[in-house]
């Protein structure tokens, strides 16, 4: 299950962008998720809190957004292009390419410090 090593990289990454001496601890983590990006929305649910385990994040919640896969035609670049087209509906090419849907991204996570919350983008 590589959605485990996903979610430690989450937490590397959250935790590598607040100081321990200001933060008490993170709300809640979002991430963007394309749907060819290989991972598994209910596994990295599943292995976030593991991954969190005795960190700022400990007890933080995951909100996991999917990203649709879309495709671009690459000769005019008429977007998008519906799944299934062999063919630029536009132009007529062949030059089709995956626009979207491979992302794995973090988009925010909200912080909880003494006497305030703050949300970072």
Same mark, same amino acid.
């Given at each position: 299950?590589?959605?485990? %090593?996903i979610a ?8 590598n962008?607040i100081d ?8 809640s983590v ?7 990006s290989?991972?598994? &929305?209910?596994?990295?649910?599943? &292995?976030?809190?593991?991954? &969190?385990?005795?960190? +700022?994040?400990e ?8 990203k649709?896969? %879309? ?7 008429? %977007?998008p292009? +519906? +799944?299934?087209? &062999? ?17 794995l ?9 003494p006497g305030?919350e703050? %949300?970072?983008?």
């Open positions: 299950m590589h959605e485990l %090593s430690q990289s989450i937490v590397d990454v959250v935790s962008h321990d001496q200001t933060v008490s601890r993170v709300s979002s991430v963007l998720i394309g749907e060819m290989g991972v598994d &929305a209910k596994l990295l649910e599943y &292995a976030f809190p593991e991954a &969190a385990q005795g960190t +700022p994040l007890n933080a919640e995951l909100f996991i957004e999917t649709p896969v %879309s495709f671009a035609c690459r000769a005019c670049g008429e %977007s292009i +519906p +799944p299934g087209n &062999a063919l630029c509906p536009q132009c007529g090419s062949r030059e089709i390419e995956l626009a979207s849907g491979r992302e991204d973090i988009l925010s996570f909200e912080l909880f410090t305030e703050q %949300s970072v983008s």
